[in-house]
């Protein structure tokens, strides 16, 4: 049973589209993550949610919302994609309320064209 | 803010040689360390962690890894290298007491030579 799993593996779309990507862990975790791998493979933190609330939200673009249906899922939907977009999106989960082992899925492959 | 440095971009090893990645972190009290490994078209699965106590920890894979304070380091370390060995390497500081992400460094892509 995977811990962290994505929805698409691979997304390829136009510019100026809408998507969404999925994320649910089963480990009963209370905090999820969406991190960034850009084309050098460096990951940035974008989001994390804390039992449904916004914890932190980096320098990242209006046009990215994390949204938590509950605490088992955080979808990171985007709007008006740009080509600056393309890069590898990882969601990740760990308990709530200090660092701890973050487990993370196995990443979406998102291409603007 | 905390940072984290991985100074050798690609490090190559012949098979059965040891290997060392270096990382050092930036960070004003004692920080949560991790090594992550990511195989090509694969997510990160955490190699080993340093949250407090002995600072020789072990990991997965026949890994290990020093933290050292003075010098603001954490290198990973493994007495031999196998083929499938080969992958990036990821050092990440957490900060304690908060839900906050991990701050990565650029990672250290390694190349096994036969």
């Known amino acids: 049973d995977t811990a962290v799993s994505q929805t698409p593996k691979y997304l390829v779309t136009q510019m100026g589209n809408d998507k969404s990507i999925k994320c649910e862990q089963n480990?009963?975790?209370?905090?999820m993550y969406w991190y960034k791998q850009d084309s050098k493979k460096f990951l940035k933190i974008m989001f994390s949610y804390n039992n449904k609330e916004l914890i932190i939200n980096e320098t990242v673009p209006n046009r990215f919302s994390p949204k938590s249906p509950d605490k088992a899922h955080l979808n990171l939907h985007i709007n008006s994609l740009e080509l600056g977009d393309s890069a590898v999106y990882f969601c990740?989960?760990?308990?709530?309320?200090?660092?701890?082992?973050?487990?993370f899925g196995a990443g979406t492959r998102l291409s603007v064209l | 803010a905390q940072s984290v440095t991985q100074p050798d971009i690609h490090i190559t090893v012949s098979e059965g040689a040891s290997l060392e990645l270096r990382c050092n972190y930036s960070?004003?009290?004692?920080?949560?360390l991790f090594w992550y490994v990511q195989s090509p078209g694969q997510g990160l699965q955490l190699l080993l962690k340093?949250?407090?106590?002995?600072?020789l920890v072990q990991g997965i894979k026949g890994f290990e890894a020093e933290f050292k304070r003075s010098q603001s380091s954490f290198n990973l370390r493994k007495p031999s290298v196998h083929w499938s060995d080969a992958a990036e390497y990821f050092c990440?500081?957490?900060?304690?007491?908060?839900?906050?992400?991990?701050?990565f460094g650029k990672g250290t892509h390694l190349i096994i030579q036969p």
């Open positions: 960070y004003g009290a004692t920080p949560y």
């Open positions: 480990l009963g975790h209370d905090t």
């Open positions: 340093y949250f407090s106590g002995d600072t």
């Open positions: 990440a500081v957490g900060v304690r007491g908060g839900a906050d992400g991990l701050t």
């Open positions: 990740a989960s760990s308990q709530a309320q200090s660092v701890s082992i973050q487990y």
